[in-house]
Antibody, heavy 123, light 111 residues
Framework: EVQLVESGGGLVQPGRSLRLSCAAS????????MHWVRQAPGKGLEWVSG????????GYADSVKGRFTISRDNAKNSLYLQMNSLRAEDTALYYC????????????????WGQGTMVTVSS | QTVVTQEPSFSVSPGGTVTLTCGLS?????????PSWYQQTPGQAPRTLIY???TRSSGVPDRFSGSILGNKAALTITGAQADDESDYYC???????????FGGGTKLTVL
């Protein structure tokens, strides 16, 4: 069964850091780009960051650029999101999503989603 | 900064046909934006419906179809059913690296 399982969410104070993880199974992880997508409570979906199969292409939304770092470990079938300098507006459910392509560029799209991990930034 | 636009809400009668659209605050959507569509019901993770403008994801019934209509991407639901009542999001590839942008989503009511 193809599956993505996120972990690492929780309550954190503004300005602190948190690292999210996504464990992949049921497919050849290093054949696909991967993404993080978030959804603030009661709001729409927002693309946060993406990484190609070989980490050669990485992108961030302007809202997180310079604060968040995406990475992957193909040997461990895992995707990560290091979140620094967290703000209240980063409070959201964070989804890990698989891309249907190697590079996540032309023709790319999310095709498998995890159930999400909740991040709450509050003092 | 380019904004991806969607109707905030739409309603359709059971059995009816509805077309949701996905546009740009500046410019036209074409197949080069590789529009994709996602369905989300409350409390659930999104489900992928359409990618690359008009290709249905595995297991998606053929009453969901994607296209370009005029200067926008479109998602058409034919023969709407009660369980189609969901939020629908489009995503556009902005032509640079791996970046994507979501539309604000359309809340579809079936009544």
């Amino acid at each position: 069964e193809v599956q993505l399982v996120e972990s690492g969410g929780g309550l954190v104070q503004p300005g602190r850091s948190l690292r999210l993880s996504c464990a992949a199974s049921g497919f050849t992880f290093d054949d696909y780009a991967m993404h993080w997508v978030r959804q603030a409570p009661g709001k729409g979906l927002e693309w946060v960051s993406g990484i190609s199969w070989n980490s050669g292409s990485i992108g961030y939304a302007d809202s997180v650029k310079g604060r968040f770092t995406i990475s992957r470990d193909n040997a461990k079938n895992s995707l990560y999101l290091q979140m620094n300098s967290l703000r209240a507006e980063d409070t959201a459910l964070y989804y890990c999503a698989k891309d249907r392509t190697f590079y996540g560029d032309e023709g790319g799209a999310f095709d498998i989603w995890g159930q999400g991990t909740m991040v709450t930034v509050s003092s | 900064q380019t904004v991806v636009t969607q109707e905030p809400s739409f309603s359709v009668s059971p059995g009816g046909t509805v077309t949701l659209t996905c546009g740009l605050s500046s410019g036209s959507v074409s197949t080069s934006y590789y529009p994709s569509w996602y369905q989300q019901t409350p409390g659930q993770a999104p489900r992928t419906l359409i990618y690359s403008t008009n290709t249905r994801s595995s297991g998606v019934p053929d009453r969901f179809s994607g296209s370009i209509l005029g200067n926008k991407a479109a998602l058409t639901i034919t023969g709407a059913q009660a369980d189609d009542e969901s939020d629908y999001y489009c995503v556009l590839y902005m032509g640079s690296g791996i970046s994507r942008v979501f539309g604000g989503g359309t809340k579809l009511t079936v009544l």
